[in-house]
């Protein structure tokens, strides 16, 4: 679901995902703030009044980290990665995020941003159900434009990238829970986004399941330079990532400190 540019198949001669790999990207500094908020306030008119989910919220994530942000159902997470990925605008404040201020994108920029810079996986695939695993994946490079025998080999190397290969021609229905969130991994990632937002990623799986598809997100993090943003409620799985926070009360306070491995 992701300002329209030229079409992946048309700026490589191999699409390969290796070969996806923004050159600026190679350039980005992991001092460099890509996500900066300062005084975040989200406010919804509700038929019992106001309802204010962030007042004054201010954080910010380096290039390069996965940060898990956890807290109570209600708390405002999945509303946070909305803002944050220009589904969803703030009441106040300000939210730059891949070096564009998103609060104040109209929708068609906004939805050129996603486009552009803004990979999601929700914890629901939401894959087409008539469509293959190739074509789910070659979905947003047709959506910009690009010409089906190009998106299709695209999508067969991202599928390549997921262990999916021989899935290709699958439809969802013919696939595991665990293969149609790979499948939802890798068309969040076709258009080659600087940021990956993942709202409880693993929640449908078991721990099994839940384990190997988080293995994933942190390998394509680090081999295609992603900053990453995951909410979860499995504690385990934020120790993994390089730091967590909690949202409570409005307000984000860290839970560890994790180092880079």
Known sequence: MNQPSPTAASQVSLPTPERLLRPDRQAESAEEAIIQVNGLEKTYQTA?????????????????????IM???????????????????????????????????????????RNREIGYVWQF????????????????????????RDAMAVAENWLREVGLEDRSTHRPGELSGGEQQRVALARALVNRPRVLLADEPTGD?????????????????AS?????????????????????????????????AIPIS
């Open 71 to 113: 807290g109570q159902s209600g708390a405002g997470k999945s509303t946070l990665l909305h803002i944050l990925g220009a589904l969803d605008a703030p009441t106040k404040g300000t939210v730059r995020c891949a070096s564009t201020d998103v609060a104040q994108l109209n929708p068609r920029q906004a939805a050129a941003f």
């Open 224 to 256: 295609h330079n992603l900053t990453s943003i995951l909410v979860t409620h499995n504690m385990e799985l934020a120790a993994r990532c390089t730091r967590a926070l909690r949202l409570e009360n409005g307000h984000l306070s860290s839970l560890a």
């Open 125 to 148: 695939h939401y894959l087409l159900p008539e469509f293959t695993a190739a074509e789910n994946v070659a979905m947003p490079l047709l959506a910009q434009g690009s010409k089906r």
């Open 205 to 221: 799986l078991d721990a099994e399941t839940a384990g190997r598809v988080f293995d994933l997100v942190q390998r394509l993090h």
């Open 48 to 68: 019992r009044g106001s309802l204010t989910l962030f007042r004054g919220l201010d954080f910010k994530v380096e290039a390069g980290e996965m940060v898990a």
